[in-house]
């Protein structure tokens, strides 16, 4: 089990910024990797950036390459997504997801193989509009 707390949503204009934040709490088996997604008007899941439990590696979807980064802080156990050039398209609920293992997972495994052991916050609403 694990506490997830996403923050950090809003509104915003097109070509703004917003930095989400994912709080990690209360982990009863070792995190291995953590992950944004973005649920999608169409109700699809959509990987946005995931990152491994020491920031050995990191990844990153197309459609967020260049603008959004990924990073990690062990001091207080978040993960922060900082999204900048933000467009329409990037519109929607933003969750927080992390993967137990006693190994290291590499983020692209994380963001790309989905695992129903996966647990996820409960998301925070981005919303690029004008």
């Known amino acids: 089990q694990v506490q997830l707390v996403e923050s950090g949503g809003g509104l915003v204009q097109p070509g703004g910024s917003l930095r989400l934040s994912c709080a990690i709490s209360e982990a009863t088996s070792p995190v291995s990797a953590i992950g944004w997604f973005r649920r999608t008007p169409e109700n699809a899941r959509e990987e946005i950036s995931c990152i491994s439990v020491r920031g050995t590696t990191t990844y990153y979807g197309d459609s967020v390459k260049g603008r959004f980064t990924i990073s990690r802080d062990n001091a207080t156990n978040t993960v922060d997504l900082q999204m900048n050039s933000l467009k329409p398209e990037d519109t929607g609920l933003y969750y927080c997801?992390?993967?137990?293992?006693?190994?290291?997972?590499?983020?692209?495994?994380?963001?790309?193989?989905?695992?129903?052991?996966?647990?996820w916050g409960r998301g925070t609403q981005v919303t690029v509009s004008s």
């Open positions: 997801s992390v993967r137990f293992s006693t190994w290291e997972i590499p983020a692209q495994t994380m963001c790309v193989l989905a695992s129903g052991d996966d647990y």
